[in-house]
Nanobody
Framework: VQLQASGGGLVQPGGFLRLSCAAS????????MGWYRQAPGKQREFVAR???????NYADSVKGRFTISRDNAKTTLYLQMNSLKPEDTAVYYC?????????WGQGTLVTVSS
């Protein structure tokens, strides 16, 4: 399974971005996809996840500002990020859990700065 993340960039505080993550390869119908992020000098942390049934979970720090979703084919994952803050600056990684395996994308950098 390959994951290709995109959509990162530089945005001002209060702005918005939409990240995408396209999955390809040996896709299984039962899976969970999610977003994690790693800020400079910090450990990677959970941001949001969505199951193949559509259930979602969010980190407290992004609740009410970020929305995770996926397309009907369940191969493309999105993260709509609104009201961005400087502390949201990080490399964002998508992942996919299916079967006994976890796959990671290459990351996309989000910088929130004026």
């Amino acid at each position: 399974v390959q994951l290709q993340a995109s959509g990162g960039g530089l945005v001002q505080p209060g702005g918005f971005l939409r990240l995408s993550c396209a999955a390809s390869g040996s896709i299984l119908p039962i899976n969970i996809m999610g977003w994690y992020r790693q800020a400079p000098g910090k450990q990677r942390e959970f941001v949001a996840r969505i199951t193949n049934g559509g259930s979602t979970n969010y980190a407290d720090s992004v609740k009410g500002r970020f929305t995770i979703s996926r397309d009907n084919a369940k191969t493309t994952l999105y993260l709509q990020m609104n009201s961005l803050k400087p502390e949201d600056t990080a490399v964002y990684y998508c992942n996919r859990v299916q079967g006994w395996s976890t796959y990671w994308g290459q990351g996309t950098l989000v910088t929130v700065s004026s």
